[in-house]
Structures are given as structure tokens and as C-alpha cells.
């Protein structure tokens, strides 16, 4: 299969390319060679896109919701209709098998489709007064956004971003990974195609830093949108503090999850293993930690070693692959040192632990009896390997689930409704799964506690977080 993404910016409606720019090299994470050059966006070229968006911020917020409603629903339709096209492009540039990328263009399309029906919904309030006085309260959009987002889920996680934005009448700049520049612009093709008008939608790679400090510094931009790790979020968080702007971050986790001996063990294992290994545990919600009840620790470690070993990895576009390579060549190296460290450390290695011959693999990796000053145990690995102890008390489960910095989602199987009641009014995270891993819609607020960020992306709160809050009385 060839690799046909046309690689431009968009701004002003104009798709740009060449011109003397910089180019950054894409590359494919199978191989580790090269595949195309993406432009990268010049001083000259963001100044462009903040003036566009300036002039184009008071027509849109004043468009008729209906018409911003139906350009919103026809990019849903269009990246439908175009999934196995771009989950192709995706997964040459990322690595994540072929189904897992046309899932992401699907459920990104539900995004668009979502919100193109929320915002007809978006009332405001009216406080109780006395005969003949009004007050009520409105919710206006924010204004101009840059929206900045990561490679693990390069259309889903910009479509969280971008489909409630502009449904609120914002108009975006974003500036999405460099290693995932095809299928982000065929997301902007979309919306081209559905009729977004000039300066509402624009799209500029570029060098992380020079597209940060220049979106944030501009007047234009009113609100910053970033997922991605917890040092660049606390960094973008600063930026946004020089100039007021409102912030919604999305950044790491490190998931725990409780397995109590009440659970159905072998229902669990079929749901927990590939769940792991899904985008070869590149997702800030990947189960990371599992703490297990001592009583099934052995036959836990035993069935999760077992279906680990049924776990074909391999290039994403072939049909019997169920986990690609790592998305760029940090990851590998960064795994390798967590891994060797565990082990130092008195971990064992039960299942892979190796990088692969070629390209940017890593084997689906299970470490047992990992200790608590392993660094794996601290820090968010974000690749393919469970990290696994034990516990006795409910008390103390908890105790470990809540012990990191992070908060983004956390899991428990057990079959003792009690006890799932207990579970989610005692673990700090902003998501909580119990015997299940579905927690990631368009109708969901999705968003983490602590160092995990705040605000949220999706569901009505996702639409709020690009909305200011007016209260007008009349007497
Ligand atoms: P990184 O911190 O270098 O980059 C994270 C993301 O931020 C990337 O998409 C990058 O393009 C962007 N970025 C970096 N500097 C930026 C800047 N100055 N302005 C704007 N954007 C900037 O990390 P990485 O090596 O790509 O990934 C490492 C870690 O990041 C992972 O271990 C994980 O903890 C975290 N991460 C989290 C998510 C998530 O979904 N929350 C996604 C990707 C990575």
C-alpha cells in the first residue's frame, strides 16, 4: 500500500506547501526510513493564520447554528466515507494496525456528528425575579483557539478538540504532531470539503515551539488546547499565564487497575490483555498498574502471560496484526531503560522485554512483583508493558491506586456491587471504569485530576470549556 497523503498547510483556505519552507521528515515507525517531507510553517505563515482567524472569528460566531450545525455533520459523513483512506495514511505514519485506525477515524466522525446536534441544545438560564425584571445567563464562545495535539491518536484526539470549538463558534488554528502530519490533513480536507469557511479551521506544522510561543503570545487567540505530556502541558500552562488565556489540558496518566478475587477472572484477562496492548500502550488511559488480589496473583500472572503470548506484532497495514511498532524512536529506547531498571530493581520479567530487531518494536512486555521504587512503577511508560503487584485489603488497593501525581482514569473488576460503589467514590481520577474500559464517547467528559490536567474534552462540559459565561439583568 503507498503512502498518499498530500502534506500542506492550510490557512485562509489556501493550501500551501514548498515556497522555500523547512520540511520535517515523516517516517514510518515499521521500517525507521523516511516517507515524505512535511512543510513546516514559516513566522510569516502563523502571522497569516492569527489574521485570518481575527477577521474570521465574527462572522462564524454569528453564523446560524443550523448552518455551522450541517458543515460540522457533512466532515463527520466525509470522514466516514473516506475511513479506510486515511486509516491508512495513519497507520503508516504511526504504526497502530489498520482496524485500530479506521476505528479512530470513526469515532472521530461521531465527534463532528455529536456536536453538530449538542450545540442546537446549548440553552442558557433564567434566574427567578420579580413581575417585569430579567435575568438571564448566556454562554458565548471564546473566541480564536490553538489547539495543540499528540501522535498516539492523531485524529481523535485533534477532532475532541476542533468538533466542539467550532460548534461553540470558535474559530481553530491547530498545530498537530510532526509525525502524524497526513491523516491530520485529511481531517482539514474534510472539513474544507464540507464548506468550513476561510480562517475558520486552519492547519500549520511546525516547529512545537515556535507554533506554542506564537499562537499563545497573539491577542488573537483567546484559548489554548493541549493533549499531550505533563512537562509540555505545565510548560504551555506558563505560557498561557503571561497573556490570561484559558487552558484545557489533557496530559498523562498512569492508570491503575484493581483486580479483587471476586472478579470473573478469565472474562477479565480476555478484556485487560488487549486492552494493554491496544496502540501498543501509547494511551494516556492504557492500564498500567495492576494491582491484584494476592489469592489469584499466580493464575492472574498465568493467563495474562498466556494471552500475551497469542499477541502478533508486526507491520499495522498487514490483516493478522494486533499490535504495531512504537510511534517514534524515543519510545523504544525510553521502554528498554524502564524495563532494565524493574529488573535491577527485583521486577520479573515474565513475558518479552526486548526491542525489536528492526524499526521502532517492542515485545508485549508483563513484569511481576514490580516494586514501588522502580521507575516504571512512577513514570507513565506509555508502551506495551504491564506492571504488575499484589495487595490484600481494599484499603490498600486504594492506597496505590491513588499514591502517583496523576489522575486521568483508573479500572477495577470485581462482581461485589458494594464494593464498585465504594471503588468509584474513592479513586481520584477523572474516569473510572469498573469491569469495563469504555470510557472514551462523544457524549462523555473525558478528563483527568492532579497533574493530569483539568477541563474536559467531550460531552457538554467539553463544549463549555470554549464558552465564556455572560449574565445580563434587566430591570
Ligand atoms: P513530548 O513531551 O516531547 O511531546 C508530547 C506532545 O507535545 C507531542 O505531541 C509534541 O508534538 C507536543 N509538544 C512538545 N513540545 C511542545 C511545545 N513546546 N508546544 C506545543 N506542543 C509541544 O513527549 P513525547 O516523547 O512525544 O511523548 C512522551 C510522553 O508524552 C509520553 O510518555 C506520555 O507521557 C506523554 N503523552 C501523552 C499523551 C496523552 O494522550 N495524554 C499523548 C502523547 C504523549
Not at 512545537?208 to 503570545?217: E, F, G, M, R
Not at 487497575?257 to 470473573?264: A, E, S
Not at 500475551?308 to 494486533?322: I, P, W
Request: charged share 20%; net charge negative; aromatic share 8%.
Amino acid at each position: 500500500m503507498s503512502y498518499d497523503a498530500d502534506l500542506k498547510l492550510f490557512i485562509d483556505g489556501n493550501w500551501k506547501s514548498g515556497e522555500g519552507r523547512d520540511t520535517h521528515c515523516v517516517i514510518n515507525p515499521v521500517s525507521g526510513s523516511g516517507i515524505a517531507d512535511v512543510p513546516f510553517a514559516t513566522p510569516a505563515d502563523l502571522e497569516e493564520a492569527l489574521a485570518a482567524a481575527d477577521r474570521a472569528w465574527p462572522a462564524w460566531r454569528a453564523t446560524d447554528v443550523e448552518k455551522r450545525a450541517a458543515i460540522l455533520a457533512k466532515t463527520g459523513d466525509l470522514l466516514r466515507e473516506r475511513a479506510q483512506h486515511i486509516a491508512a495514511i495513519m497507520t503508516q505514519e504511526q504504526g497502530k494496525p489498520l482496524a485500530e485506525a479506521k476505528a479512530e477515524v470513526i469515532g472521530s466522525a461521531s465527534m463532528f456528528n455529536w456536536y453538530a446536534e449538542e450545540i442546537k441544545r446549548d440553552y442558557g438560564r433564567t434566574l427567578v425575579r420579580p413581575t417585569g425584571q430579567r435575568s438571564i445567563v448566556i454562554r458565548q464562545p471564546v473566541g480564536p483557539t490553538a489547539t495543540f495535539t499528540p501522535w498516539n491518536f492523531p485524529i481523535y484526539l485533534l477532532a475532541k478538540k476542533i468538533a466542539a470549538a467550532l460548534a461553540a463558534g470558535c474559530p481553530v488554528i491547530s498545530r498537530p504532531p510532526q509525525e502524524t502530519p497526513g491523516c491530520t490533513g485529511e481531517l482539514f480536507r474534510a472539513l474544507a470539503d464540507a464548506g468550513i469557511p476561510n480562517g475558520v479551521a486552519q492547519l500549520v506544522h511546525g516547529e512545537a515551539d515556535l507554533v506554542s510561543t506564537t499562537l499563545i503570545a497573539s491577542p488573537t487567540i483567546r484559548k489554548v488546547s493541549f493533549t499531550g505530556s505533563v512537562p509540555v502541558g505545565k510548560h504551555l500552562m506558563k505560557l498561557a499565564a503571561d497573556h490570561m488565556k484559558r487552558v484545557t489540558l489533557e496530559l498523562g496518566g498512569h492508570a491503575p487497575v484493581l483486580i479483587f478475587d471476586d472478579c470473573d477472572l478469565e472474562k477479565t484477562l480476555d478484556m485487560v490483555v488487549p486492552q494493554k496492548f491496544r496502540n501498543a500502550g501509547q494511551v494516556c488511559v492504557s492500564p498500567t498498574r495492576f494491582y491484584v488480589q494476592e489469592g489469584i496473583y499466580d493464575a492472574f500472572l498465568k493467563g495474562f502471560a498466556k494471552r500475551t503470548a497469542r499477541v502478533k506484532v508486526g507491520d499495522g497495514l498487514a490483516a493478522d496484526t494486533s499490535m504495531g511498532p512504537l510511534a517514534n524512536a524515543r519510545r523504544p529506547d525510553t521502554i528498554e531503560a524502564l524495563v532494565n531498571d524493574a529488573e535491577a530493581k527485583g521486577a520479573r520479567v515474565l513475558a518479552g522485554g526486548h526491542r525489536g530487531k528492526s524499526g521502532y518494536f517492542f515485545e508485549p512486555t508483563l513484569l511481576g512483583d514490580v516494586p514501588n521504587n522502580a521507575d516504571i512503577m512512577n513514570q507513565e511508560p506509555f508502551g506495551p508493558v504491564a506492571v504488575t503487584a499484589k495487595f490484600s485489603t481494599f484499603d490498600e488497593a486504594i492506597e496505590q491506586a491513588n499514591r502517583l501525581p496523576f489522575g486521568l482514569a483508573a479500572f477495577a473488576f470485581t462482581e461485589n456491587g458494594r464494593r464498585a460503589n465504594l471503588l468509584g467514590d474513592a479513586i481520584e481520577a477523572g474516569m473510572v471504569g469498573i469491569n469495563s474500559f469504555a470510557i472514551s464517547m462523544a457524549d462523555a467528559p473525558f478528563g483527568g485530576v492532579k497533574d493530569s490536567g483539568f477541563g474536559s474534552e467531550g460531552g457538554k462540559e467539553g463544549l463549555e470549556t470554549y464558552q465564556v459565561v455572560k449574565a445580563i439583568h434587566q430591570a
